[in-house]
């Protein structure tokens, strides 16, 4: 699944042909996605012109000067494709601007969805009323992570990948981010010190923006929207690397924490 840094260079590739742009065509190619499209989208973005884009979690944010916010979710397997050279099956929302562009939301598994929002109730919409902080804005601090684990045993990771206390967080970067601060993925979070947690709120920083530069993380279907692969997976130093050594000489361990494969060293987490 597409996590934050695939979302934010899709967005930041999007942002090229989208930005300033008015929305001369859109065409929706099936009833739905996860759920059925918007039954007012084509009526809302045609003649609209994107004023913004930006990134809520896992979430896209197309702004437009209507007032109206598209906000996809990439899903299992979705992209966006721009310029293709031919239609695909798999392209259920094509938008057309004004200057010739043309840019396909593809979605082979169709686990995406995309929603309309009155931009000034994105903040309360359904899904965002409880997210966390952004794990690169200025709110995740070691202060919000020691009041949030306060009283709580359960896993750190676990934790990491509760959406109401970080949003955007996935199991590839909680996974490289806990190996960068020395941290036992199944420590209870309540004895997690207090040093531990800055280095924490620096290791997820530097993995994210890391991934982000790299273009994320390519796995099964995720591309760039310019069609090229994320080259991130060359950078993890525990992610699917079982049985593989790390840095120290130890082989990577896996083990299996709410249904995910957590990836870990025994020796450099503690």
């Known amino acids: ?55 809520r979690a896992k979430y896209g944010l197309i702004h437009t000067d209507r007032g109206q916010t598209m906000v996809f979710h990439l899903g299992m397997s979705g992209r966006w494709r721009i310029e293709p050279e031919q239609p695909d099956k798999h392209d259920h929302l094509v938008l057309e601007t004004g ?45 919000h992570l020691k009041q949030t684990f306060r009283n709580r045993i359960a896993p750190i990771k676990q934790l990491l990948l509760d959406q109401t206390i970080v949003a955007g967080l996935g199991n590839i970067y909680v996974c490289e981010a806990l190996f960068r601060s020395g941290i036992r993925p199944d420590k209870e979070a309540e004895r997690v010190s207090a040093p531990a947690l800055t280095r924490l709120v620096s290791a997820i920083r530097e993995v994210l923006g890391e991934a982000i530069a790299a273009g994320g993380s390519t796995i099964r279907d995720y591309a760039q929207p310019s069609g090229e692969l994320g080259y991130f997976a060359a950078s993890w130093q525990v992610y699917g690397r079982e049985g593989q050594p790390c840095r120290c000489g130890s082989p990577v361990l896996r083990f299996i924490q709410g249904g995910r494969s957590t990836f870990w060293c025994h020796k450099c987490q503690k």
Do not use: K
């Open 1 to 55: 699944m597409p996590e934050l840094p695939e979302v934010e260079t899709t967005v930041r590739g999007l942002a090229r042909f989208l930005e300033g742009e008015r929305i001369a065509r859109v065409r929706v190619n099936r009833p739905d996605l996860r759920r059925p499209f918007p039954v007012d989208l084509v009526q809302v973005l045609t003649g609209a012109r994107v004023t913004t884009l930006g990134r």
């Open 99 to 143: 200057a010739g562009h043309a840019l396909a939301l593809n979605d082979a598994r169709r686990f995406g969805s995309v929603d309309l929002v009155a931009t000034d109730a994105l903040e309360s919409w359904g899904p965002f009323a409880q997210l966390g902080p952004e794990p690169l804005g200025p709110d995740l601090t070691p202060e």
